[in-house]
């Protein structure tokens, strides 16, 4: 290939990625969240920049697609993958809430309320049977805007706002429904990652409906004690459910080892990290201090996952740029995994 058609070897690199890679992004905000909910505070707030920077460049790769290859655009967000887009601008918005910029995050739930029904309609209408773990991610991002919009609610003392999240998290449910029905469960055993999002859908539904609780605990007056009670038992029962997914997927991970790194599992790291916030915000949320050390566990669980995850990212990657020739005119042909 000669030097003026070559592409930069970074830009061809992310060419391949497939759109699941926002779930890079997603698995590195909730844990900054995490870190945060645990008091350490330097390392979410690394983590937090990790975040950043890569969601900008997802939001960069995703507008040249829209702008200039059109036809590329409209072929990725026709898959699941596509809604880490929505899922991933909601968990950075969720952070930089409570970092306290409510003006940024607000911004971010914005873009993600104008992105999701563009793309949640387009993945709905290609969706079949049988299908791997993405599946889930059209729950993932609905109840990403519930998340979104409770936190923004305490934050700014807006009681619309989390009245208006109430219909996200009670959509997001629907939906779980609807993917469950459709989820291939051989996944469990073969799966590449993302089967770990059966679980993980739960997990975030359990965290939006703690941040509806924690929103309604700073003094807004939002609804009656009978609708409280609702919430909070659905919230805890959602835990639960996330909880019993937790140990059946790492039970399989062990029968069925599958440790060669995939994209995939970032989508593994996500509802470890979800795992974790979700029941340290549940036990700050209903009042159940005994579950805040399990919730530690498991973040810590999650940050290991996290670690090896990107190990094996920063490993594919340096292969993915390295010169397939003596003269480094041609990248090496590396798909996606």
């Not at 998290?169 to 469950?180: K, N, P, Q, T």
């Not at 997990?203 to 009656?224: D, E, F, H, V």
């Not at 397939?324 to 042909?333: F, I, N, T, V």
């Amino acid at each position: 290939m000669s030097s003026g058609t070559t592409p930069h070897p970074l830009r061809a690199w992310w060419a391949q990625r497939p759109p699941a890679a926002g779930a890079a992004v997603m698995a590195t905000g909730i844990l900054s969240i995490g870190l945060h909910l645990t008091g350490h505070q330097l390392l979410s707030r690394v983590t937090l920049v990790l975040a950043c920077a890569a969601w900008l460049t997802l939001a960069a790769n995703f507008g040249h697609l829209l702008l200039v290859e059109r036809t590329r655009w409209v072929t990725r967000a026709g898959t699941p993958g596509a809604l880490t887009a929505v899922a991933a601008t909601t968990v950075l918005g969720t952070r930089l809430s409570l970092l306290g910029w409510p003006v940024p995050a607000a911004a971010l739930l914005v873009l993600a309320v104008l992105l999701w029904p563009v793309l949640l309609l387009v993945v709905v209408r290609r969706r079949g049977r049988r299908m791997p773990g993405a599946v889930f991610l059209g729950c993932v991002a609905t109840e990403g805007l519930a998340v979104l919009g409770a936190t923004l609610a305490a934050a700014t003392s807006a009681p619309w706002l989390a009245y208006a999240s109430l219909v996200p998290f009670w959509l997001g449910i629907v939906l779980y429904l609807i993917a469950l029905f459709r989820f291939d469960l051989r996944q469990v055993a073969r799966g590449n990652g993302d089967h770990w999002l059966a679980g993980g859908a739960l997990a975030i539904s359990a965290l939006a409906g703690a941040q509806l609780l924690a929103a309604a605990g700073t003094g807004m007056y939002m609804w009656n004690e009978d609708d409280s009670a609702v919430l909070h038992d659905l919230t805890v029962f959602l835990l639960a459910l996330d909880l019993a997914w937790y140990a059946v997927l790492l039970a399989a991970e062990i029968a069925w080892p599958r440790v060669r790194y995939d994209v995939r599992r970032w989508s593994t790291a996500f509802p470890l990290g979800m795992t974790a916030a979700a029941t340290l915000s549940v036990a700050a949320a209903v009042d159940v201090p005994w579950l805040d050390a399990p919730g530690r566990v498991l973040l810590w669980i999650a940050v290991a996952a996290w670690l090896a995850v990107g190990a094996g990212a920063v490993v594919q990657a340096r292969a993915g740029l390295r010169p397939a020739g003596a003269d480094g005119g041609e990248l090496r042909s590396t798909a996606p995994r």
